[in-house]
């Protein structure tokens, strides 16, 4: 890891990162998925699907060759479903808590880029975490998804920081892909979707076990 470095903001990545919304994304695609007769995937497949989107977990969800029109259809169900269930199971991982409250009373500058529907992470962020993070960005605002940089340079100039100055954590080689495009520090979360080993190769300069351990960087 490299030494020396000053970090005053930290933006994270929603699913996988702060919030374990496996259960209640895969209900919502095999709700999906059951609407139109498509065969159920299960709890380890979806952990495969998801980082790229709600569109794109449902495009991986059904059988390869399924038309866009077809898609679209699914995935308007998928998305109305996980509208009315998204807080059902999903929950804060253990620590994550602790650790934003802990940033907060550094005076950190905290906010949350998603590739997850816009209209999903603004409530969850508000009802979880809106005691801390204010600024939220996901799909469905104009900006395109992650790995892009656009949606970090977008939380970055509502929080008035830099990139030089911030640390982006999150749990998929996606999020280390985002994090050196828009010039952040990358920092990898191993309790998400993925494990170390990818994050490690995708190039994280630091990965974490438990959410304390980020503090160090602050």
């Known amino acids: 890891m490299k030494q020396n470095l000053f970090f005053d903001t ?42 790229n989107g709600g569109r794109m977990l ?10 866009s029109e077809e898609i679209e259809k699914v995935f308007d169900v998928f998305a109305g479903h ?14 994550i808590d602790e650790m934003l409250s802990a940033l907060s009373g550094r005076g950190i ?22 005691r801390w993070i204010k600024v939220a960005v996901g799909e469905g605002n104009g900006i395109p998804k992650k790995p892009d940089p656009q949606g970090v340079r977008k939380a970055l100039s509502l929080l008035g ?3 030089e100055h911030t640390v982006y954590v999150g749990d998929s080689d996606v999020d280390v892909a985002t994090a050196k495009n828009s010039g952040a520090f ?14 490690e190769r995708a190039g994280a ?12 960087l602050f």
């Open 58 to 67: 449902i495009t991986r969800a059904l059988p390869e060759g399924t038309t």
């Open 109 to 130: 500058r905290m906010g949350v880029v998603s590739n997850k529907m816009n209209d999903a992470v603004v409530p969850l962020i508000d009802f979880w975490f809106g």
């Open 205 to 216: 300069q630091l990965v974490i076990d438990f959410p304390k351990e980020l503090l160090q």
């Open 186 to 199: 990358p920092v990898g979360c191993s309790w998400g979707f993925r494990d170390r080993g990818l994050l």
């Open 161 to 163: 920081s830099v990139p």
């Open 82 to 95: 996980y509208e009315l269930h998204m807080r059902d199971h999903t929950r804060p991982y253990p620590g």
């Open 10 to 51: 930290v933006i994270f990545d929603l699913d996988g990162t702060l919030l374990n919304s496996l259960q209640d994304l895969a209900a919502s695609t095999n709700f999906a998925l059951c609407r139109f007769g498509y065969p159920q995937r299960g709890i380890d497949e979806v952990r495969r699907f998801v980082g």
